[in-house]
């Protein structure tokens, strides 16, 4: 993965006769880094999202509040796939009379000082389409430009993209767009690119790369900090707030009150077309999304940390009964059977055995914005009601 950025000094203000001439050079030179010259990607997964320029797939969820829905009474012994659908899929937006009031100046993520003068023009982009989400959460949709290719929601379909291979931004791209505020962290690369986005005199915002359930109002306080609208951050995070501890108290009374009677949950990262097959462990926000699901976090067992190629041994020590995974990683793989062909050792498994995964969409399922109380509440559907939870065969 890209390394975190090193604290910066504030963005050079240059005049704008300086700034045209610069973006012209840096263009000329994001050009040759297009052709593959100049830019290679990370080894590590090509994204928490889904494919550069798609959008989310058609996948609609029961409306039948969680409590009414009929509970499977052993969730460890229920065969068959599912897939998590969100039962609403449009982003929550706060309605805050809140206009930005720019210029700011703050200390980010990274501890550089950045001053911003003017949000008309914003890219918000991270490798789990999160800062998008936040972005539009905030009521602010139509400030951004363009979008990462993890940034699947319907609202932002028709925007650019300014990423290729999933995790590397194009300067370029962003140049093309003029934006006068990019907002990003760590997830994407080059950290040259940034730096030359900074060079040309463009407010960079680092915010934390740390994605989680639980950390959710703090990228969004960030993301409002950013845009001179902090009443609109805190509407946003304490709505987002709220609802999850809504679906937190209706999963609860779901959960197997034994702990050996809840499933053992694994996270798997597939691009079967790449032959990569991650185990998403602790610290990697799969771990968050399997205890608030109410899951046996399994890599915890295991002491799996991170993100790191998955052996058979340590799908033989996992043992899952359930599997959570990327409806699109899952496609690539051939689906459930093509997916057990390639790992025998996963095959082996109870997981295996009974064909239990539990798919959701490349750009849902870790994108940790504004939608995680929904996402959340739609794994636990497909885990403890699978009947209702969406189209069960689409993997098949």
């Not at 463009?202 to 989680?212: A, K, N």
């Not at 990228?219 to 845009?227: G, N, R, Y």
Request: hydrophobic share 45%; with cysteine; glycine share 10%.
């Amino acid at each position: 993965m890209v390394p975190p950025n090193p604290a910066s000094v504030v963005t050079p203000k240059r005049p704008p006769s300086t700034r045209r001439a610069l973006r012209a050079r840096l263009a000329a030179t994001a050009l040759l880094a297009a052709s593959g010259l100049l830019l290679s990607g990370c080894a590590a997964p090509a994204s928490a999202g889904g494919a550069a320029g798609t959008t989310e797939p058609e996948c609609v969820g029961t409306e039948l509040p969680f409590g009414e829905l009929e509970l499977t009474a052993h969730p460890r012994e229920f065969e068959g796939p599912s897939t998590a659908c969100l039962a609403d899929a449009t982003l929550p937006v706060v309605d805050v009379d809140e206009q930005p009031e720019l210029p700011v100046t703050l200390t980010d993520a990274s501890g550089a000082e950045v001053t911003i003068e003017s949000a008309d023009r914003v890219l918000a982009l991270d490798i789990a389409g999160t800062l998008a989400a936040t972005v539009h959460g905030l009521g602010l949709g139509e400030l951004l430009v363009g979008r990462d290719g993890s940034t699947g929601f319907a609202e932002a379909a028709d925007l650019p993209v300014v990423t290729h291979d999933g995790h590397s931004i194009s300067a370029e791209a962003i140049l093309a767009l003029d934006p006068d505020l990019v907002i990003t962290d760590t997830t994407l690369g080059p950290r040259a690119v940034l730096d030359q986005l900074r060079d040309a005199g463009i407010p960079v915002v680092t915010t934390t790369r740390e994605r989680s359930v639980d950390n959710v109002d703090e990228i969004i306080t960030e993301v409002a900090a950013a845009l001179g609208v902090p009443a609109r951050g805190e509407a946003l995070a304490t709505l987002v707030g709220d609802e999850l501890e809504r679906v937190n108290a209706e999963i609860a009374a779901a959960i197997p009150a034994d702990p050996a009677e809840r499933p053992r949950t694994l996270f798997l990262y597939v691009r079967g077309d790449a032959n990569v097959y991650y185990l998403f462990g602790e610290e990697s926000g799969a771990d968050s999304l399997i205890d608030a699901i109410g899951g046996f976090d399994v890599a915890e067992e295991i002491g799996w940390v991170g993100m790191r190629p998955i052996t058979a041994e340590a799908l033989v020590e996992a043992r899952p009964d359930l599997v959570l995974v990327m409806s699109g990683g899952l496609e690539s793989a051939g689906g459930v059977d093509g997916l057990l062909e390639r790992l025998p050792a996963l095959a082996s498994t109870p997981a295996g055995e009974h064909r239990r995964f539990v798919d959701m969409a490349d750009t849902e399922i870790l994108g940790f914005g504004p939608r995680t109380p929904a996402v959340v509440e739609a794994l636990a559907r497909a885990v403890y009601a699978p009947a209702q939870s969406g189209p069960a065969d689409a993997t098949e």
